[in-house]
């Protein structure tokens, strides 16, 4: 299953489930994205021919992150660019998250295990704007436990 987080017409993050599965290929990202986010099922001997990537210069303005949840629970809370909270959903065992755009923060509800897949060199404190989290009364969890 595919969960796409909006606001204002703006996809802030996408969730692919741990039970999602489809058929050949199929990337969930628009070709603009400086992070591209893709899902592949091949038969037993199908071959990827081997290939190395050209060097292109890109651009990137906005970063974007994937997490993937090894072990434990998660609470990911979205948030506008302005800072807004939105809306909150769990992540469990197995789930990816992209995030593309708007602001986001976690809470750990078990002790977890994440993999971090980002663009880099990271940039230190002008990667990140850091601001109060939302308080625990004010969660609204959205519809995926």
């Known amino acids: 299953m595919l969960e796409a987080i ?9 969730i692919v489930r741990s039970n999602f599965s489809a ?7 628009p070709n603009t994205y400086s992070q591209q986010l893709g899902y ?15 060097p292109v210069r890109r651009e990137v303005e906005y970063t974007k992150e994937v997490l993937i949840i090894r072990r434990g629970l998660v609470r990911v809370d979205f948030y506008s660019e302005d800072q807004a909270y939105l809306q909150s959903s769990l992540l469990h065992a197995g789930d990816i998250i ?20 980002k663009q880099g060199p990271y940039a230190g404190d ?8 939302v308080p625990g ?3 609204v969890m959205k519809d995926n436990t």
């Open 6 to 14: 909006e606001f204002n017409g703006k996809q802030l993050a996408l």
């Open 23 to 29: 058929e050949g290929i199929q990337f969930f990202t």
């Open 40 to 54: 592949m099922k091949r038969p037993l001997g199908y071959v990827i021919p081997p290939h190395v990537h050209n």
């Open 98 to 117: 992209l995030l593309a755009y708007g602001g986001h923060g976690f809470e750990m509800l078990e002790e977890s295990e994440i993999i971090e897949v």
């Open 126 to 133: 002008q990667d990140k704007t850091r601001f109060e989290p």
């Open 137 to 139: 009364t004010q969660i």
